[in-house]
């Protein structure tokens, strides 16, 4: 297996490819390949298994999954992201945004002018669950525990992840490294809504509280 990252994104919009993920992604001093998926056309309704798919074709030994409006801020982010997940105690993703009990941590910045997603990260936080604009998880791990086919949305797949990779006993960190996403995500709650109606009764057994970046939910 190749070390380096391999970058991951399914993207509607070719412009804010162009302008964010790809120039950030020229810049990094880290061996990485870059796996995309048009869906300007709209044919894939939902992530998980396109994202499964691609995943399979990888070549390098971590996997990025990222938002086409993501742009790295520094050009060793991919190098020090991939050493932080390496090092993390039975780390199973790592991302730029999460929720546990204590609230939202960030190491995000999105809208314009950009303010940060949450409470600022110095060191990687353990969290419940993190936000679907960028995770990293070793490939290893996610030929074990893989996007969960049955979640059919574009959203909330990603805390989905998180749960089930903590069922399996992997852990889901936020690194401290900045990025910038342009887009402060849906609008409206109701964009999510059936997402959020699988994962509660989904994890109805597991636990009370589903914490997310968007929400938190009993599950009971």
């Known amino acids: 297996m190749n070390l380096g990252v391999s970058v991951i994104c399914a993207f ?9 993920l790809i120039p950030s992604l020229r810049k990094q001093t880290s061996p990485y390949e870059l796996l995309l998926v048009d869906n300007t056309r709209g044919r894939y309704t939902s992530a998980t298994e396109v994202l499964n798919e ?8 971590h996997l990025m999954f990222v938002h086409q409006d993501v ?17 993390l105690k039975r780390c199973g993703a790592a991302g ?5 009990r204590r609230g939202t941590w960030a190491g995000v910045f999105h809208g314009d ?7 600022r990260v110095r060191k990687p936080v353990e ?27 574009w959203y909330l797949y990603v805390a989905d992840y998180c749960l089930d990779l903590a069922r399996h006993g992997y852990r889901s960190y936020v ?10 995500g849906p609008p409206h709650p109701d964009t999510y809504e059936d997402a959020r109606k699988y994962m509660i009764e989904k ?6 509280v589903v914490h997310t970046t968007v929400g938190s939910w009993k599950t009971r």
């Open 12 to 20: 509607n919009d070719r412009q804010k490819l162009d302008a964010f």
């Open 54 to 61: 691609t995943a399979r074709r990888a070549g390098f030994d």
């Open 71 to 87: 742009s790295l801020n520094s050009e060793h982010w991919l190098r020090e992201a991939r050493g932080s997940v390496s090092r």
């Open 96 to 100: 730029v945004a999460g929720s546990n």
């Open 113 to 119: 002018p950009p303010r940060l997603a949450g409470r």
């Open 127 to 153: 969290v419940q669950t993190l936000d679907g604009c960028l995770i990293i998880a070793p490939k290893a791990v996610f030929e074990t525990v893989r996007f969960d086919a049955a979640h059919k949305s």
């Open 175 to 184: 690194l401290p490294g900045d990025v910038y996403h342009e887009s402060p």
């Open 203 to 208: 994890y109805r057994d597991d636990m009370g």
